[in-house]
């Protein structure tokens, strides 16, 4: 994995917004706060999003599609959900240009990648996949942050057609907001993120169904502490974006439920078993484990 070196500021004409949500949003406002922009022109799939992200100074322009948002732009960014992003570049494809910087904000890579192989043809060198280590459990341009992606990591995906000009500008704008970019390919993000994001999800989603679906459901719930908040908050999630992040990476996804079950199922033995031994050693690595990885997240 390399990290990229700092890099100076870029000024833009024109910044396409397609999709205008909590990503989409707050990208914008932060290229606004940071002077990288002049011009911000959106488009989402309900009208009513676009204007309200015109209403609250979001976006200059509402855009009519997603070509228009394209059109007269010398960065776009593509802020829709991952099972969206291929129709997306059908869409526009036809005003991309060489010297046009594209970037997506997907939680999916491999995906992504293939499809913009498959319909940019030529133009793909203007693509830089990207995904942004941020978001909320809560969704919609009325809930976009100016300081959502300040200190945070950014994950590039480059292709080997990908233009070495445009990954250079990306990683310009990025490191003006105040991110941390690194790069991988797309086989080894859907890996690691299957891991650390999308099987976490995944868990919360079916710990709130399973204590749902139980008669005393309610009583149990009335009951729980800040533990359970802290470990469901992110089952709050919005349902459409992690069902099509769930199918995108639907094989890593599998891998990783694969090894989790062994590892519950560790524990069900220990408990069948009485063996405090066991049971024990099991809880003491997983606590040293996250003691350690929250010391080197503070240290770095």
């Known amino acids: 994995m390399a990290l990229f070196s700092k890099a100076k500021k ?31 022109v959106g488009y989402s799939k309900s009208p009513s999003t676009t204007a309200k992200a015109l209403q609250l100074g979001v976006i200059d322009v509402e855009a009519a ?29 036809h005003l991309i240009t060489p ?21 940019l043809g030529s ?6 996949p990207a995904h942004p280590i941020a978001g909320k459990e809560v969704s919609g341009v009325e809930n976009a942050d100016v300081n959502l992606y300040n200190g945070r990591q950014v994950i590039f995906t480059p292709m ?19 991110c941390n970019v690194q790069s991988m390919s797309p086989e080894a993000h859907d890996a690691a993120f299957a891991a650390v994001s999308h099987l976490p999800h995944l868990l919360a989603f079916a710990m709130m169904n399973s204590i749902g679906a139980q008669k005393n459901a309610d009583d149990f719930l009335s009951l729980a ?3 359970f908040r802290d470990f469901t908050r992110i089952a709050a999630s919005d349902p459409e974006m992690w069902h099509d992040i769930f199918i995108a990476n639907r094989t890593q996804l599998l891998a990783q ?16 078993a009485s063996d405090s031994i066991k049971l024990e050693a099991a809880i003491a690595a997983a606590s040293k484990r996250r003691v350690q990885w929250h010391l080197t997240q503070n240290s770095e």
């Open 65 to 93: 599609s997603a070509l228009q948002a394209v059109s007269g732009s010398d960065i776009v960014l593509i802020a829709v959900p991952v099972a969206a992003i291929e129709s997306t570049f059908k869409a526009i494809k």
């Open 160 to 178: 080997g057609r990908t233009l070495t000009a445009q990954l250079s500008r990306a990683e310009s704008v990025w490191t003006a907001l105040g």
């Open 123 to 128: 133009l793909v060198g203007s693509f830089v």
């Open 257 to 272: 439920i694969d090894t989790f079950k062994q590892t519950l199922q560790g524990f069900e033995a220990s408990l069948l």
């Open 10 to 40: 870029t000024q833009f004409e024109q910044l396409g917004i397609i999709g205008c949500g909590l990503m989409g949003s707050s990208f914008a406002l932060a290229m606004k706060r940071a002077g990288l922009v002049k011009r911000i």
């Open 225 to 227: 502490g800040s533990g």
């Open 99 to 119: 010297d046009m910087l594209i970037m997506d904000v997907g939680s999916t890579k491999t995906d992504v990648v293939d499809s913009a192989q498959r319909v």
